[in-house]
């Protein structure tokens, strides 16, 4: 019964741990479009670009391949260890779920990050990231800005 619950939290915490990978990487493209219009440096910090672009390459490569996420994979796992059938309803995973899984054809999902990873490089391009974008430089005889 313990060893249930602790995997049953433990499935709940990749549950959202998977939607703070999807709100970054969705997110994360709106921020950078808004942020650049707003004139917001941190939008183009060479780190968040690049962990950006990573999140989505990652999930466009793995999807071309025809691989489940492994996030997905683990959270099914850790609840079929809590003797849960995989997706099996709890409080957080029923509100969380529901925003992350949709019933769609495989190609309609590899389509969709394909579409989303493409305005994510082309965001790179039109809105370069910048070395040090996120710091505020002294200037010259003053204090920093």
Same mark, same amino acid.
């Given at each position: ?5 602790? =995997? ?29 219009? $707003? /004139? ?7 780190? !968040? &670009?690049?962990? /950006? ?9 793995? %999807? ?5 996420? #492994?996030? %997905? ?12 059938? #995989? =997706?099996?309803?709890? !409080? ?12 769609? +054809? ?6 969709? =990050?394909?579409? !989303? ?7 790179? !391009? =039109?809105? +370069? #990231? &910048?070395?040090?974008?996120? &710091? $505020? /430089?002294?200037?010259?005889?003053? #204090?920093?800005?």
């Amino acid at each position: 019964m313990q060893d249930a619950l602790i =995997y049953r939290l433990l499935a709940d915490a990749v549950l959202l741990v998977h939607l703070a990978v999807v709100i970054f990487v969705v997110g994360g493209l709106v921020a950078v479009l808004i942020g650049n219009l $707003r /004139h917001w440096r941190w939008v183009n910090a060479r780190a !968040f &670009r690049l962990a /950006h672009l990573g999140a989505i390459g990652f999930v466009v490569v793995q %999807t071309w391949l025809g691989q489940h996420c #492994p996030l %997905t994979v683990l959270e099914s796992w850790l609840r079929q260890q809590a003797g849960q059938a #995989p =997706y099996a309803a709890s !409080f957080i995973q029923h509100w969380v779920g529901r925003v992350l899984f949709y019933d769609a +054809p495989f190609w309609v999902f590899a389509l969709a =990050y394909t579409v !989303f990873g493409g305005l994510v490089v082309a965001a790179w !391009f =039109y809105y +370069p #990231p &910048r070395c040090g974008a996120g &710091r $505020r /430089h002294a200037r010259p005889g003053g #204090p920093s800005a």
